[in-house]
């Protein structure tokens, strides 16, 4: 029991800071998306669009 204590608080301990982590990590993209969105729109209606490839239909 004593065993599973401590391994249980470690997983806490671990799952915890893998939510921290994950938390950072949005803000951090949420920060990158705020500053540079416009120039991420500008580059991607630059680039030609490719046209879909026709569908073979035999019926």
């Given at each position: 029991r004593a065993r599973a204590r401590r391994v249980t608080r470690h997983l806490r301990r671990v799952a915890q800071a893998e939510k921290l982590i994950a938390k950072s990590y949005s803000a951090l993209y949420s920060a990158?998306?705020?500053e540079d969105e416009s120039e991420?729109?500008?580059i991607g209606k630059?680039?030609?669009q490719q046209k879909p490839t026709p569908r073979f239909n035999w019926r």
């Open positions: 990158f998306e705020r991420l729109m500008k630059g680039r030609s």
